[in-house]
Every structure is written in structure tokens, then in C-alpha cells.
């Protein structure tokens, strides 16, 4: 399906499950689109709602003009719920897809039911991250190409076990970052270096928390992810042992299990 946004802005999305389930949507992270969640949406659809969105600038959304505040990307979930008829989710996000999800906690705290952060933080890019993010997204328009995207941020996302045994994984990745587009890339990266520090709602907010995160982690340290969950009233971690920063790609199942549980509890 697909909604427009109060800017004008092409939102593409997918909707698995029935429609008298609870909601969950799954927002992917740089320089992903929604595919990455395939297998999760395969499993929570049995018992779940399941939305799947494009951000704007990726996938099958349109490409406006950035950069793309992460203010902006959660107003256009809580567009996408509205033509949906849903009133309160659950959001999962993985990466920028976090930082989304916390925009989207801060702005439409009633909306939301949980709150699922799968290799994310709360932290604001330091000036040398956000001026990183600048450069490379001049750099790739420049380049009219991604592949300055996927040079910078495919090689450091996957754990050394998935380099090595499983190819398919890493191959995977790659073929959905590679069909990005480069304008899209650079409204993202301009956007995450403008974000604020989610750090100050943490303690807000008493809607169930889960935190997901790979021990191989380097972009996200497992330290990080352990001190992310511990700031939130009900938060709850769950560690991925043989992954890195794509859990949901490394480790499919253990992924899709800790959200079927967090998504059957009580709130």
C-alpha cells in the first residue's frame, strides 16, 4: 500500500496478518529498506498485525527533498497508522530505524504500546559522527552512486562468524543496501546528524522496552546496549551472541522469538 504525507512524500508499505491483531511496525535501519525484515514479518504475521514501511528515501517511497529529521520519518509512520485505522502500536527499530521510533515515542506517546530497539541507541551523533555523516552524503551525491554508502557501512556491520560461514547473509545485505538511492542516502545521513538525544525520555516512558543487540557489535557495543536497556523503567535486554549489528539478518529466528514474547506480555 501506500500513503501520502502531509509534505506530499510517497510512503510504500506492507501489511501482513490480520487486522484485528495487535499492531507492530517494523522500521528498518541505514542504508536498508524493509526487506531486511522478511523473516520476522514471516513469523510475528501468524499472531500479529505486521507494517512494514519504506522510510522516505528508501526502497519504494519517494525520494524528496532532505534531509529527513527523524522527527519527520515518525510523522509519517503515524500517517501510515492513520490510513491504516490503527490507533496504538508497537514499534521496532533497528539502527536509524530506532532513532525513528524514539522521535516517534517523544512526538505520539499515546500511540505507542512498546518499544522494541534493535541495534540502536539514544545518543546524539558527537560533532566528528554528524560531521562523518555530512561528508559522506556530499560524497555520494557527488558520486551519483551508493556505493560510497555501502563501502562506508556494509564491511563493519557483520560479525566475523557471519563473514566467514555464512555468505548468504552478507550477500543478502548487500543487495538490498545496493538498491538504494543516493539522494534518498544523503537526506537520511543529513537527518541522523541533526537528531536529538533520546536521553532524556528514557526515564519517561513506562511502556514495555526491549533491547536488542549483538555481542559482536561494533557500532553499537554490547556495553552500549546493556546501558541503553537499564535506562528505561521496563526495559529488558536480549542478547544475540553470533551477531553483529544485523541481528535480524544474523540471527532470524532468535530475533523473531524475543519479539513474539515482548509482544505477548502484558503491558
Known amino acids: 500500500m501506500q500513503v501520502l ?6 510512503i510504500d508499505a506492507s501489511v501482513d496478518g490480520s487486522a484485528a491483531a495487535c499492531a507492530v511496525v517494523l522500521i528498518h ?18 499472531f500479529a498485525r505486521v507494517v512494514r514501511l519504506d522510510l522516505r528515501g528508501a526502497g519504494s517511497s519517494s525520494i ?38 524514539l522521535a516517534f515515542a ?10 522494541a530497539l534493535v541495534s540502536s541507541r539514544l545518543a546524539a551523533d558527537t560533532p566528528e559522527q554528524a560531521g562523518a555523516r555530512r561528508e559522506l552524503a556530499d560524497r555520494t551525491e557527488r558520486a551519483g ?3 560510497p554508502v555501502v563501502e562506508a557501512y556494509l564491511p563493519r556491520l557483520f560479525s566475523r562468524e557471519t563473514q566467514v560461514n555464512r555468505g548468504s547473509v552478507v550477500e543478502r545485505a548487500y ?6 538511492n543516493p539522494g534518498g542516502a544523503a537526506g537520511a545521513l543529513r537527518g541522523m546528524a541533526l537528531r536529538a538525544s533520546a536521553e532524556d ?3 519517561d516512558l513506562d511502556q514495555p522496552v526491549l533491547v536488542i543487540a549483538g ?26 551472541p553470533r551477531s553483529a549489528h544485523l541481528p535480524m539478518l544474523e540471527e532470524p529466528d532468535r530475533v523473531s522469538d524475543a519479539l513474539a514474547v515482548w509482544l505477548a506480555a502484558s503491558e
Do not use: K, N
Open 175 to 180: 543487495a538490498v543496501a545496493r538498491q538504494g
Open 64 to 101: 524528496p527533498d532532505g534531509p529527513y529529521l527523524m522527527e519527520r520519518l515518525a510523522a509519517d509512520v503515524a500517517t501510515l497508522l492513520d490510513a491504516l485505522g490503527i490507533e496504538r502500536a508497537a514499534l521496532v527499530g533497528h539502527s536509524m530505524g530506532g532513532y525513528v521510533a
Open 29 to 46: 535501519g541505514f542504508p536498508f529498506a524493509r526487506a531486511i525484515w522478511d523473516a520476522q514479518s514471516e513469523a510475528l504475521s501468524a
Open 201 to 203: 525520555i528514557a526515564g
Open 145 to 147: 552512486s551508493i556505493e
Open 215 to 240: 555481542e559482536c557489535d561494533e557500532v553499537v557495543p554490547i556495553a552500549e546496549s546493556r546501558d541503553v536497556a537499564s535506562r528505561f523503567a521496563r526495559g529488558e535486554l536480549v542478547e544475540c
Open 5 to 10: 504525507a502531509d509534505d506530499g512524500a510517497r
Open 106 to 115: 517523544r512526538m505520539f506517546t499515546e500511540r505507542l504500546s512498546r518499544l
